[in-house]
């Protein structure tokens, strides 16, 4: 289904709602896209510690649905009107959208297209794939709400099971798989597995697909340390497979990154996941498949931009 031509003809708003937005190339991103697509929509920042703004501007006629970030992404769960399965079962959105019923009603919906992201990084990308009768373990390297996300992708995307977690921080771990165990969408149950030593690394089967969802700097503390520990014995196994490294600023080629090269994995950059994930976003506001979209020359314009702004330090542009 194409574009229709109201959306064409019809000026509209989006957003990306979170506190601080300094460094991100959202509005590129999802500017470009519609430039392309010959729709007349913005995207803009709004940097805004009060989630109850996404309520207020959602009721302007102009308001077809927003991004949300960091601090809100959890809050936002309770102001909307329904999530969608991923939204219950991560436990935080960072997309919301009108739903329109058939009697001409309508509620706001939360999503979470991070989901995407990370599926979207493996899929799209050449790199080792499992096939549908294919069931092998997955590993997390974090335990924020990326990492959420990411268990959510590849326990239901990309066949993973069980998903291993590790992180610095135990508490993190033990919340996180304490939410999954409650979660609200009761379908949703993956077997995980909190890797705290190396020993206990050592004696696992290899995972086949890595997300890591940490920060960008040396481990410097006897819990990164062990972590970073942990990790290395898992990228050393005979059997290797693809990592997606979140982190994309303030560089795309991160110490993760080279780790992973050097013990001969895969590496796909976090700028990529963005990109998606933002794609996904777009598909659900513009009501099209992603066929429509100029996918491509999006993707080159933003994975450019971003490359550019990693060598010379310069701020991402505002639109």
């Not at 436990?91 to 297209?113: E, I, M, P, Q």
């Not at 919340?175 to 409650?182: E, K, R, S, T, V």
């Not at 705290?196 to 086949?208: I, Y």
């Amino acid at each position: 289904m194409p574009i229709s031509e109201q959306v064409k003809s019809t000026p509209a708003k989006t957003y990306l709602f979170g506190y601080p937005l300094k460094r991100t190339y959202a509005p590129l991103l999802h500017n470009t896209l519609t430039r392309l697509s010959g729709v007349p929509r913005t995207y803009s920042k709004w940097e805004t510690r009060n989630i109850e703004d996404i309520l207020v501007e959602s009721k302007k006629p102009e308001f077809v649905g927003s991004a949300v970030t960091m601090p809100h992404k959890v809050a936002v769960c309770a102001l909307v009107d329904e999530l969608t399965p991923e939204g219950k079962a991560i436990g935080a959105c960072n997309t919301v959208f009108w739903r329109y019923g058939a009697d001409g009603s309508r509620k706001l919906v939360g999503h979470n297209t991070d989901t995407i992201g990370v599926r979207d990084s493996f899929l799209q990308g050449d790199v080792p794939r499992l096939t549908e009768a294919q069931t092998k373990p997955g590993l997390i390297m974090g335990g924020g709400g990326a990492s959420r996300a990411a268990v959510y992708a590849l326990a239901v995307y990309l066949n993973c099971s069980p998903i291993y977690v590790i992180n610095r921080d135990d508490s993190e771990v033990d919340a996180m798989l304490a939410d999954f165990a409650n979660s609200r969408l009761p379908s949703f149950r993956p077997e995980m597995i909190h890797v705290k030593t190396v020993e206990q690394a050592e004696s696992l089967p290899a995972p086949a697909y890595i997300v890591s969802a940490i920060p960008d700097y040396p481990p410097c503390t006897d819990a990164e340390k062990n972590a970073r520990a942990c990790f290395e014995i898992m990228l050393s196994k005979p059997e290797k497979g693809a990592i997606l490294e979140m982190c994309y600023n303030p560089r795309t080629w991160t110490d993760i990154c080279q780790v992973a090269q050097d013990n001969f994995w895969t590496v796909i950059t976090g700028d990529i996941a963005m990109i998606w994930q933002g794609i996904e976003q777009q598909k659900i506001w513009l009501n099209c498949p992603q066929e429509e979209l100029p996918v491509k020359e999006t993707f080159d314009r933003v994975r450019a931009q971003v490359e550019s702004d990693n060598k010379t330090g310069a701020d991402p542009p505002q639109e």
